[in-house]
């Protein structure tokens, strides 16, 4: 399972959804990041309890892509997030 972790906040602003560092993280992360649609519609996945594999099938369900694109896009996505600590694997 994966989480945000809690040196992240996530909130939804003016219709974009943001990941703020909080506390002793916004010394290494000078600002905010925005998500596409896509990221946004995963870490509402993540946030809800779903594991990759359900976020992954729901990507897929819901913008009508083939499970390749979706698990390609999805892995990408959390990979990277996992990589700056964004999120946390549990």
């Not at 003016?14 to 703020?20: D, F």
């Not at 896009?73 to 990979?79: C, G, I, R, S």
Request: proline fraction near 1%; include cysteine.
């Amino acid at each position: 399972m994966l989480r945000l972790s809690e040196d992240f906040i996530c909130r939804r602003v003016c219709g974009e959804t943001l990941l703020m560092p909080v506390g002793e993280k916004t010394k290494e992360f000078n600002g905010i990041f925005t998500l596409s649609e896509t990221g946004a519609f995963l870490m509402d996945e993540i946030s809800n309890g779903a594991d990759v594999d359900a976020a992954t099938a729901d990507l897929a369900r819901h913008f009508e892509i083939s499970d390749e694109i979706a698990a390609q896009d999805a892995h990408a996505f959390f990979d990277q997030l996992l990589k700056y600590g964004i999120l946390i694997s549990e």
